[in-house]
């Protein structure tokens, strides 16, 4: 088989609906002797996902980026750390340049299906287990030295020196552009630059955390898509649930970081100041975008304005 040879992201996209992929899923199906009555192409994801009879995910990765390596890695390490189900591993392999990864097909709805639909009591309960769930996974020693050990501080550094031309790509408004930098600058020591560096997952949000009902309440079956994860400061890991399920909620911020184990003094403000840094910091930072979910309106707010009203936990 003849996969396209690809080396960039505009490339990719060109390319990601080919039909050539069906083909590519069958292929590593037949090399894993894996028998089959259907291959669905999943519609969400930037990685080409196949869904095999509802049991088996086939994952085949970009081969310009790092991520398949990331992910393997962090399955082989997260299993049986998180208190929530992942993915098992079961093969790991190559296809005309192709890295892929097939791994078992977890039960639940991706969490953005039903979010809407989730009773309140449900959402506290869910981002509560979110927060004890990274307590337990970050109780565990990371894997330093291995593929997750990206050079934390070379991370942090990199992503405030690039912020600006980041938030640039993403249409961010030019006060916020003309303010990173001293925002930014100002905030970095912040961070602790001696910290115990610990597994992150990097990208728990609605996406990737898969939901299922119990005895008629909504509770976390799996967590899903561990292509971003890394070593780091703990705090980074608050921001993808904290923003992409949270953000301007005070009620299910604070549930979720008491449920880690912050106590209330410890919610404050410079807290928020060290989640608002690292959401600019997050690799797949987009300030316009968090705004726009917030309000159509608060793509005018200053940074200042818009820490306080994405990371509402905190009141001036």
Avoid at 133 to 152: C, N, T, V
Avoid at 185 to 191: G, I
Wanted: charge should be neutral; glycine fraction near 8%; hydrophobic fraction near 45%.
């Amino acid at each position: 088989m003849k996969l396209p040879l690809i080396t960039d992201a505009a490339a990719y996209r060109l390319r990601f609906n080919d039909g050539v992929w069906r083909r590519a899923a069958a292929a590593v199906c037949a090399r894993h002797d894996l028998s089959y009555e259907g291959l669905r192409r999943s519609p969400r994801g930037e990685n080409i996902i196949f869904l095999v009879d509802g049991r088996l995910v086939i994952k085949i990765f970009a081969p310009f980026r790092d991520n398949f390596s990331r992910e393997a890695a962090a399955l082989d390490f997260a299993r049986g750390k998180l208190g929530i189900e992942t993915p098992e591993l079961l093969h790991a392999g190559e296809l005309d340049g192709w890295p892929y990864l097939v791994m078992t097909q977890l039960r639940g709805h991706a969490s953005p299906e039903v979010w809407a639909g989730v009773p309140r009591r449900d959402r506290l309960e869910i981002v509560s287990r979110l927060g004890s769930a990274m307590r337990e996974l970050h109780a565990h020693a990371a894997p330093l030295g291995s593929a997750l050990d990206r050079d934390w501080h070379g991370f942090i550094e990199r992503q405030a020196r690039t912020s600006v031309e980041r938030q640039f790509a993403a249409g961010a408004n030019p006060e916020w552009l003309e303010s990173l930098p001293t925002y930014v600058a100002e905030r970095l020591n912040m961070l602790p630059a001696n910290h115990e560096q610990v597994f992150l997952h990097g990208d728990v949000h609605a996406g990737n955390l898969l939901l299922a009902q119990v005895r008629g309440r909504w509770r976390v079956t799996g967590l899903t898509d561990f292509g971003d994860s890394l070593c780091g400061f703990h705090e980074y890991e608050f921001v993808a649930p904290g923003v992409l399920m949270a953000q301007g909620d005070a009620e299910l911020q604070r549930a979720m970081l008491l449920a880690y184990g912050y106590t209330e003094s410890q919610l404050d403000l410079s807290l928020r100041a060290r989640l608002m840094l690292l959401t600019v910091l997050y690799e797949c930072s987009d300030l316009r975008k968090y705004a726009l979910r917030l309000a159509p309106e608060a793509v005018r707010l200053t940074l200042c304005e818009l820490e306080s009203a994405i990371w509402k936990f905190a009141a001036a």
